[in-house]
């Protein structure tokens, strides 16, 4: 079908290695000053890309985003707190460092250096990653609340469903320890955030929600050994 009736557009097959992984290798491919990221399920607010550009010319190399809507509210994001959550609410004069993942525009000069963390292939926290190391390089995240996308087909709420906890708990270890490179709140971090955990996912499920917490956590370690040997390879 694209072929057929847009010839002129590069279709590049992803890795298949998970959304972060996919996205990576969409952005590899841009040879543009620009890029944008928008799912399948988003209606976009046709004048964001424009005024976006616009803005460019001078917030420069950045990272812009719409508001949401679903199910009728249109919100954006709030700051993450020490768990990982993004439940704190920005005030003036904090750094914006999360943003919506189903659509964004992104400089090429920032994906050049920054990508998605590809040992993160589950759905959940992937973005605020993303966007937090996008902000501690240095590169602005800039809301345009005044253009609204709708998410058409929001995500339902599966609190005990497998991996977006074990992603939150190894992204967040990962950005105190890596990124803000505060060893003691890293591990503060793990005292808390395992303990929290299990008894929140006990609390609401009973053992089935334990058991499932015990596995994020597992997972998370799983993710943090292949970050660790990767950064030795790197390093090497």
Request: proline share 6%; net charge positive; with cysteine.
């Amino acid at each position: 079908m694209l072929a057929a009736e847009f010839p002129n557009v590069l279709h590049v097959p992803g890795p298949r290695r998970g959304r972060s992984a996919n996205r990576n290798h969409a952005l590899r491919a841009n040879q543009s000053d620009y890029a944008m990221m928008c799912d399948d399920d988003i209606r976009l607010d046709p004048g964001f890309a424009g005024a976006a550009l616009a803005l460019s010319m001078t917030k420069g190399a950045a990272l812009f985003f719409p508001s949401l809507e679903e199910q009728g509210r249109a919100f954006l994001p709030n700051a993450l707190d020490f768990l990982g959550f993004s439940t704190v609410a920005y005030t003036p004069e904090m750094k914006q460092h999360t943003a919506h993942s189903q659509c964004f525009i992104i400089a090429r000069k920032i994906s050049d250096r920054i990508l998605y963390d590809e040992y993160v292939s589950a759905y959940g926290y992937e973005e605020f990653d993303f966007t937090y190391r996008v902000a501690a390089s240095g590169f602005p995240v800039v809301p345009m609340p005044e253009f609204v996308c709708v998410h058409t087909a929001p995500a339902v709420n599966e609190p005990f469903a497998l991996g977006a906890d074990a992603n939150r708990l190894y992204i967040t270890f990962k950005r105190h320890l890596y990124i803000d490179q505060k060893p003691l709140q890293a591990f503060r971090f793990v005292a808390t955030a395992i303990p929290h955990h299990l008894l929140s996912s006990f609390r609401q499920a009973g053992f089935r929600g334990l058991g499932i917490a015990w596995a994020n956590v597992s997972l998370a370690a799983s993710m943090l050994r292949r970050y660790l040997v990767g950064r030795r390879t790197q390093i090497r």
